[in-house]
């Protein structure tokens, strides 16, 4: 079964605003990630947030964890169109699972010009 | 930095057919090596995953099968596609264990089962 959720499922918003996906997992975690994947192509990593962080950013990005909730979200802060993609929230129980690296079911971003 | 290699692109099969579909990685020893499926417009579903040479784990029991011959080869088959094998597959790397594991994906091989 899959360990991230995201919400929402998809997303529509216009240049310059913010874009705010969230995701839930189920397990404890080692880490939680975020990657983007344009259409067809394979995903990218975005980045990392270790499970005794509770914040990271970098450039436009801004992950947030609380592992109380199970919860993470991604901002994306002064959104462009080339942001369009399905955005993936990924969770590493590298620990109890030999590096097993379970995907949630994505965000698709819309950026309209 | 790693790099995988993944192939073909696309590639249209009979039902009842084999498959074989190979992913290396370039730039790093001892890897973990992935194999995800992907239906259209949904998540990653985990096939399988491999810790080292010789060591599959296997998420979802159904029509397929993976090998690692080789530290940095992984390899998925099946003896006779379904209909329902159809979808975009990504192989995927991360470092070992203990080590940083954000993972790196190839290009995907878009196999449909006709």
């Known amino acids: 079964s899959q360990q991230g959720e995201e919400d929402p499922q998809a997303l529509s918003i216009q240049e310059g605003e913010n874009a705010t996906m969230n995701c839930s997992y189920k397990?404890?975690?080692?880490?939680l990630q975020w990657y983007r994947q344009n259409s067809g192509r394979g995903l990218v990593h975005l980045i990392l947030?270790?499970?005794?962080?509770r914040e990271k950013h970098s450039g436009r990005l801004r992950v947030t964890l609380d592992t109380s909730k199970k919860s993470s979200s991604l901002l994306i802060t002064a959104s462009r169109a080339a942001d369009t993609a399905s955005y993936f929230c990924?969770?590493?129980?590298?620990?109890?699972?030999?590096?097993?690296?379970?995907f949630g079911q994505g965000t698709e971003l819309s950026v309209k010009p | 930095s790693q790099t995988i290699h993944q192939w073909p692109a696309t590639l249209v099969q009979p039902v009842g057919s084999p498959l074989s579909l190979e992913c290396t990685v370039e730039?790093?020893?001892?890897?973990?090596l992935y194999w995800y499926r992907q239906a259209a417009g949904r998540g990653l579903q985990l096939l399988f995953y491999?810790?080292?040479?010789?060591?599959i784990s296997s998420e979802v029991p159904q029509n397929l099968s993976a090998s690692r011959p080789q530290d940095r080869q992984f390899i998925l088959s099946s003896k006779k596609l379904l209909l329902s094998d159809s979808g975009f597959y990504l192989c995927?790397?991360?470092?070992?264990?203990?080590?940083?594991?954000?993972?790196?994906f190839g290009q995907g091989t878009r196999l449909t089962v006709v």
């Open positions: 730039g790093t020893s001892n890897p973990n």
């Open positions: 947030i270790r499970s005794n962080e």
């Open positions: 491999s810790v080292g040479i010789g060591q």
């Open positions: 995927a790397c991360t470092l070992g264990q203990g080590r940083r594991t954000e993972a790196f």
């Open positions: 990924a969770t590493g129980m590298i620990y109890n699972q030999g590096g097993k690296l379970i």
């Open positions: 397990t404890s975690i080692n880490n």
